[in-house]
Nanobody, 114 residues
């Protein structure tokens, strides 16, 4: 069955960095566009970044552009989100998702606080 397991979250000070990973299984990872979403407390889930199946097409939400980098390793069935210059408003649970796959993992909690 489909599994998406996010990891790498934690507590970081403002201005710091974190790298999230999402390990995928149960579907053809190399053929799927992958996305990172986040959901802050009391807010709706929002799209953070998208990467095409071959990694050549990448898009970001405006507020993350220049600070976040999405990447993937199809040999490892893993998608990554490198987050730099983190701000308190980046605090959220971060989820990965595969286009066309109706499944959500448990997410990775990122807390940005001094």
């Amino acid at each position: 069955q489909v599994q998406l397991v996010e990891s790498g979250g934690g507590l970081v000070q403002p201005g710091g960095s974190l790298r999230l990973s999402c390990s995928a299984s149960g579907f053809t990872f190399s053929g799927a566009s992958m996305r990172w979403y986040r959901q802050a407390p009391g807010k709706e889930r929002e799209l953070v970044a998208t990467i095409s199946s071959n990694g050549r097409i990448i898009t970001y939400a405006d507020s993350m552009s220049g600070r976040f980098t999405i990447s993937r390793d199809n040999a490892k069935n893993t998608v990554y989100l490198q987050m730099n210059s983190l701000k308190p408003e980046d605090t959220a649970v971060y989820y990965c998702n595969a286009a066309g796959v109706d499944y959500w993992g448990k997410g990775a909690l990122v807390t940005v606080s001094s």
